[in-house]
Nanobody, 120 residues
């Protein structure tokens, strides 16, 4: 079964950086697109970044130029490097296996998420 474990969140001041990690199991990681989502209080979950099996990347307009997604197939792990953080980046961040560039392959499977809080 698919399992996703996110880590690396925390409290950071505006302008700071954080690196999130997501360890995946139960899948053939290297052939899968992977994505990061976030859900702010009172808002719907939104897709932030996606990385393809070959390393191609897509980002939401709100994070372009500030966030970078990467992967380590040997560790079955996907990362999200977040720089120049803003208070509006405050959210719980989740990863998921993607079915292409825009939707989760397992929409019913989510990890516990990792909370990112950006203070002004």
């Amino acid at each position: 079964q698919v399992q996703l474990v996110e880590s690396g969140g925390g409290l950071v001041q505006a302008g700071g950086s954080l690196r999130l990690s997501c360890a995946a199991s139960g899948i053939i990681f290297s052939i899968r697109f992977m994505g990061w989502y976030r859900q702010a209080p009172g808002k719907q979950r939104e897709l932030v970044a996606v990385i393809s099996s070959s390393g191609g990347r897509n980002y939401a307009d709100s994070v372009k130029g500030r966030f970078s997604i990467s992967r380590d197939n040997a560790k079955n792990t996907v990362y999200l490097q977040m720089n120049s953080l803003k208070p509006e980046d405050t959210a719980v961040y989740y990863c998921n296996v993607m079915d292409g560039w825009s939707k989760p392959r397992y929409p019913e499977v989510w990890g516990q998420g990792t909370l990112v809080t950006v203070s002004s």
